[in-house]
């Protein structure tokens, strides 16, 4: 009798481990959350969460935050339409775009770095890193049927400067 | 002596090419990157017009780049054999955006964007318009992208002969 009726006193702490042991959730502390924070002052833009195995592999330039931007990484679009008193910047954004969908909606995967568009005078220079896992021809048709179709849609001189190499190891920066 | 102010636009954001015509030319195009068609030499030539100051402005948001551009042209004026004048530095312009940094209230948080401009007066004196003409196509072939130049011919015109000759005097003796 005396055994049924004693009460076993035990810590929240031992009392959770017990619950744990029989697979029985244990009931909440009695606490109401609040923000200290409001729901979107973090910035998290540009920003690659850390994985528990530490194997994703970044560039530099997904390394390194936008806030690095001149001072330890470079641009990734050169033109002069956001120049004080420049000409067209909107159209050339949505140029920009439409050339960094076009690309890697083409290019399947192969692109290791960023597309860097760089236009000078009334041409437009498309350069970046390509992975070679397809045959040379393959790849020639398909420099010349981006530039081809990139011309007759942005009507001005379309150029791919590309740069090749074998393996995707060769842009990694760090793995996190 | 009043003097003539032409302006042209040599900005590497330019509209939309005429490569169709270079293609379509009768003789060859030039082998650089594609500019206007080089002038017909049997055309008969009018007299060519003097130039007293050429004014290059120069526009970057890259101060290094704008200084290493000054330097090729401050060489390339010294290998053509045209006086420099005045080489200065007008003050540097930003352009600060403060946006939302949510799509719905939060207006609290913002997120703040900047453009900067740099800029840079380079002056020529005592050009003729052929040497003038060969300069900037020269330099306008060769700035890099993400640099915009604007040009400034400064010419010297004799005083029109309604100034220069006193007026009648049975007219002054008129009005007074």
Redesign the interface.
């Known amino acids: 009798m005396s055994f049924i009726e004693s009460t076993v006193t035990m810590s929240y702490g031992k009392v959770s481990r017990l619950l744990k042991v029989l697979r029985i959730a244990p009931p909440e502390p009695p606490c109401r959350p609040i923000h200290l924070t409001a729901a979107c002052s973090k910035v998290s833009s540009g920003r690659y969460k850390v994985t528990r195995s530490k194997n994703k592999p970044l560039t530099y330039e997904q390394a390194n935050p936008p806030h690095y931007l001149f001072v330890r990484k470079g641009f990734n679009s050169f033109n002069t339409s956001n120049l004080k008193d420049g000409v067209r910047p909107s159209e050339s954004a949505m140029e920009d775009m439409f050339i960094r969908k076009f690309i890697s909606g083409t290019w399947h995967n192969m692109f290791l770095s960023e597309v860097i568009i760089k236009r000078q005078l009334n041409m437009i220079r498309i350069s970046g890193i390509v992975v070679r896992n397809i045959l040379p021809r393959k790849m020639y048709f398909l420099i010349g049927y981006t530039e081809e179709m990139l011309t007759n849609w942005l009507q001005c001189p379309v150029k791919l400067e590309l740069q090749t190499t074998d393996s995707r190891e060769d842009v990694v920066f760090k793995y996190i | 002596m009043s003097r003539i102010r032409l302006i042209q636009l040599g900005?590497?954001?330019?509209?939309?090419?005429?490569?169709q015509n270079i293609c379509s030319s009768g003789f060859k195009a030039p082998a650089a990157?594609?500019?206007q068609v080089p002038a017909d030499p049997t055309r008969r030539q009018r007299p060519d017009l003097l130039y007293s100051r050429l004014e290059l402005e120069l526009?970057?948001?890259d101060p290094a780049v704008l200084d290493s551009y000054v330097t090729f042209l401050q060489q390339a004026a010294r290998h053509l054999g045209v006086t420099t004048g005045k080489l200065w530095e007008p003050p540097r312009?930003y352009?600060r955006l403060s946006l939302l940094?949510?799509v719905h209230i939060?207006a609290?948080?913002k997120?703040q964007y900047e453009?900067r401009?740099y800029f840079r007066v380079l002056e020529l004196l005592r050009l003729t318009g052929s040497t003038a003409d060969t300069y900037l196509e020269y330099t306008?072939?060769m700035?890099?992208?993400?640099?915009?130049m604007k040009v400034s011919r400064y010419a010297r015109e004799s005083l029109p002969e309604h100034l220069s000759q006193r007026p009648d005097q049975s007219e002054s003796d008129g009005k007074s």
């Open positions: 900005s590497s954001c330019l509209s939309k090419a005429n490569f990157r594609g500019l526009r970057a948001h312009h352009q940094k949510s939060f609290k948080h997120v453009a401009t306008q072939r700035l890099p992208e993400g640099i915009a």
